[in-house]
């Protein structure tokens, strides 16, 4: 695993602190897609084969309610995000038991097409929480006992809510809180995390927001936050959010999947068509395109890069294994399992399917498809909306497999069978 993460993930992301003070716990994944926003686990010594029905499942909650907000983990808690009542919620688990520990209103709960509740995955920085609910109301929370210490809306920040909700899983990055309301008063946003207070907005790109989540990245002497949206790819200072580059994206109805730096370079996918794209960034803040095209149609169960090789589901063509740096197909197959999403760990690929709720974990690997086991959630939850399906992307964190439909928090032990 550790060539896979080392080529990853720069040297400068431990030296600049990008991966947060929660990387420190070890195997821990204090927000979307991990400590350092790639969905590739640095953790080791899981099961390479399951058991026949699967690996064994420790725990089931039942309590989440609606929404599709993804786990984030840390010290033994489980923060996630769902609806009691006509609220939407900032809830909190033991990870170990499944125990609720605590909750805290969001806003109040809107329907959207596909099922109402939140989307995106709360933030863990040190003692606090930060979580964006499908309105747009962002709250910090204090991660003990839930306790609310400040409020904002993407609304106030020039923002409008896009069609099916706000789904940004915001971040965490030094003293800023970031994330994307969208509009004329700067697409991207920065907030002081202790207080709330707006610090700076990038006046100078100001497309509306779509579903996609912000990176961080450093590049030639600078830091800065790397956003998708359905008309561009841009990079802005981390420090004022001056606007340092963007090219152009065709993104349609729904632009979803978290961009990917890596050596100098970014690239984007989106499903609806739109293919994906990878860019080079030069030292005067120019753009190169390196390659435009279908291979890859990522709709909205994302992609993992290990070493040279792009894995995830492409619409049309099933799941691919697709080259960084040629956008070439590797490898693709359809057949021994359906569209959804994908988590990485040890060197395997965790997918789930989100029709049927299948599991499968597969070799990530140039050399094809290859299984090791699978099994399907068992039970499925009730109240997902007719066209909703089991869209909560897989987390795999401590040796355990989170995974959620709806209202229902599934653990697996993935390390001991």
Request: neutral net charge.
């Amino acid at each position: 695993m550790k060539p896979y993460f080392s080529r990853s993930v720069p040297a400068f992301a431990f030296a600049f602190g990008l991966l947060g003070s929660s990387w420190a716990g070890g195997f821990d994944w204090p927000q979307w897609r991990g400590p350092d926003r790639s969905d590739v686990s640095r953790e080791t010594g899981l099961l390479k084969e399951w058991p026949s029905g699967g690996p064994k499942r420790v725990w089931l909650c039942q309590k989440a309610g609606n929404g599709y907000s993804g786990p984030a983990i840390v010290n033994g808690k489980l923060f996630t995000m769902g609806t009691r009542g006509a609220d939407e919620i900032l809830l909190a688990l033991n990870a170990e038991t499944g125990e609720e520990l605590w909750i805290a209103s969001i806003g109040p709960v809107v329907k959207f097409d596909r099922g109402g509740g939140p989307r995106g995955t709360p933030a863990v920085d040190g003692d606090r929480v930060y979580a964006l609910g499908g309105q747009g109301n962002l709250i910090c929370a204090g991660a003990a006992d839930g306790k609310v210490i400040w409020r904002e809306t993407m609304q106030n920040l020039g923002g409008r809510t896009p069609g099916w909700g706000y789904s940004e899983s915001v971040l965490v990055d030094g003293d800023q809180v970031v994330c994307t309301p969208g509009g004329g008063k700067g697409a991207i946003a920065a907030l002081d995390k202790v207080t709330g207070k707006l610090i700076w907005q990038s006046k100078e790109f100001t497309d509306p927001a779509h579903y996609a989540s912000i990176i961080v990245a450093a590049h030639n002497g600078h830091r800065e936050y790397i956003q998708l949206t359905a008309q561009h790819v841009a990079g802005v200072s981390a420090k004022d959010g001056k606007l340092l580059w963007q090219s152009s994206f065709p993104g349609r109805t729904a632009v979803v999947p978290t961009p990917i730096f890596h050596d100098g370079c970014v690239y984007v996918t989106a499903g609806y068509g739109a293919g994906c794209k990878l860019v080079k960034l030069r030292d005067d803040n120019q753009v190169s395109e390196v390659y435009d095209n279908k291979e890859m149609k990522n709709h909205h169960g994302g992609v993992v890069l290990l070493g040279d090789y792009l894995y995830g589901y492409s619409d049309g063509v099933g799941w691919l294994c697709q080259d960084f740096k040629t956008g070439k197909e590797v490898w693709s197959e359809k057949k021994a399992l359906g569209k959804g999403a994908l988590g990485c760990a040890d060197g395997m690929l965790y997918c789930l399917e989100e029709d049927s709720g299948a599991v499968v974990l597969a070799e990530a690997s140039p050399k094809g498809w290859k299984e090791h086991g699978r099994f399907k959630l068992d039970p499925q939850t009730k109240i997902r909306d007719p066209q909703g399906r089991v869209w909560t992307h897989p987390v795999i964190s401590n040796g355990k497999l989170y995974l959620r439909d709806q209202d229902l928090i599934y653990c697996y032990d993935v390390k001991n069978g």
